[in-house]
């Protein structure tokens, strides 16, 4: 079986900085994406950040600029790191990754636990 486990959340002040983590374990054939999402409460569960295979990245609106993400291909591991946060920015952050098991499976979408963001004065 495939595991994501995210951590890195918790209180941080508005203006400050977090950095979140998400690494993949199991018997995995070769992650085609993995990014982030997060849900507030009230609040649909949106897409925050992704970066495929090479590189390429994609950030929801609302974080541009502020948000960086990135890949350690090697250790299957998502960064997320989270600066200039806001009180918006509050929200429980489930990671994601897009990958195949096995070089014939179709590619699967596996998510973590989720790991809460309080940005708070």
């Known amino acids: 079986q495939v595991q994501l486990v995210e951590s890195g959340g918790g209180l941080v002040q508005p203006g400050g900085s977090l950095r979140l983590s998400c690494a993949a374990s199991?018997?995995?054939?070769?992650?085609?994406?993995m990014g982030w999402y997060r849900q507030a409460p009230g609040k649909e569960r949106e897409l925050v950040a992704v970066i495929i295979t090479g590189g390429g990245t994609n950030y929801a609106d609302s974080v541009k600029g502020r948000f960086t993400i990135s890949r350690d291909n090697a250790n299957n591991t998502v960064y997320l790191q989270m600066n200039s946060l806001k009180p918006e920015d509050t929200a429980v952050y489930y990671c994601?990754?897009?990958?195949?098991?096995?070089?014939?499976?179709?590619?699967?979408?596996?998510w973590g636990q989720g790991t809460r963001v309080t940005v708070s004065s």
């Open positions: 994601n990754a897009d990958l195949q098991r096995f070089r014939w499976a179709m590619t699967s979408r596996y």
């Open positions: 199991g018997i995995i054939f070769s992650i085609n994406a």
